[in-house]
């Protein structure tokens, strides 16, 4: 990002109208490393309350060119 190869995309958060939980969606694009990110998850407020184990969920998703010539991207989810 310092170096401006890498950007971030509109972050999109949204209520889903149950329990106050939010979901939203964040990507990002590294131009240098050839990676594109996205991250999906939920906030849940109330889960601590409740005692649940947590409030938060989420799941990451990063794609990266196989080769620097190639059209093909491989997925890695975290």
């Known amino acids: 990002m310092a ?3 890498a950007y971030n995309f509109a972050v999109i958060r949204e209520a ?3 329990e106050d939980a939010l979901y939203g969606f964040k990507g990002g694009f590294d131009q240098a490393g050839m990676a594109l990110g996205l991250k999906a ?3 849940w407020p109330n ?3 409740k005692h ?3 409030n938060h969920q989420s799941t990451v998703f990063c794609l990266i060119r196989i080769l620097a010539a190639s059209r093909q991207w491989s997925a890695a989810i975290f």
Do not use: F, T
Request: glycine content about 20%; hydrophobic content about 25%.
């Open 52 to 54: 649940q184990l947590i």
């Open 41 to 43: 998850g939920g906030y």
């Open 3 to 5: 170096s401006q190869d």
């Open 16 to 18: 889903i109208g149950h």
């Open 47 to 49: 889960n601590m309350e």
